[in-house]
């Protein structure tokens, strides 16, 4: 009970944190909740909600106010613009983003100069990606670590238990979903992507 107790307020302030920046960037860019709400499609009252820490946007809702507000991914995340040609991740230190059912941690992609985004995916159960599919550049490599995962990619659905893996071109439209009873954790790697682009940015629906 105390583990979930202290996840819970880890969680609560991450959502907090997500709250802040996604307020400073809108109002850094001078960008009403109606505008916003109108380039990414996502309603005012959502929004509303979400700038005010009471509810998490899921990922793909993320990236879709991401290039609505013309910044790239990593500027949600809170990292920094720099990227670098080694990076040390201390397990303390990743950076995250809260879901409505989970949460989403980099582990040193956003500030890699490389071709490669690792992330660790951790949902609770019944949560997903969102309702819009993704589609992006390069490959996706994925690793259940936990629970079971379902991912579904250009209509076909695959079911990974533990140690299960999958590997697929990301151009590809696909989703994902908690499909197990109890918690999920999973190794997402993003790579072999144009090195002008940022497939976190690209999931977009």
């Not at 390069?138 to 990619?153: A, D, K, N, P």
Request: hydrophobic share 40%; with cysteine.
């Amino acid at each position: 009970m105390e583990e979930n107790a202290e996840q819970a307020s880890r969680k609560a302030g991450l959502v907090l944190e997500l709250a802040e920046r996604l307020r400073g960037l809108r109002e850094e860019r001078r960008i009403s909740l109606r505008e916003l709400g109108r380039r990414s499609g996502v309603s005012v009252n959502t929004l509303s909600l979400m700038e005010r820490g009471v509810t998490s946007p899921s990922v793909s809702t993320l990236y879709r106010l991401a290039d609505a507000l013309g910044v790239p991914i990593s500027a949600v995340f809170g990292s920094p613009q720099r990227k670098e040609h080694v990076v040390f991740r201390p397990a303390s230190q990743r950076t995250a983003l809260p879901l409505p059912a989970g949460t989403w941690e980099g582990l040193g992609g956003e500030e890699f100069v490389g071709r490669v985004q690792p992330f660790m995916l951790t949902l609770e159960a019944g949560g997903d990606s969102g309702t819009s599919p993704m589609l992006h550049t390069g490959h996706e490599f994925v690793l259940c670590l936990q629970g079971r995962l379902e991912y579904e990619v250009e209509g076909r659905r695959f079911a990974l238990g533990l140690g299960d893996s999958l590997l697929f071109a990301a151009r590809q439209r696909h989703t994902w979903r908690n499909s197990g009873p109890g918690p999920m954790q999973a190794l997402i790697l993003l790579a072999g992507f144009e090195e002008y682009e940022d497939p976190m940015g690209l999931h977009t629906s």
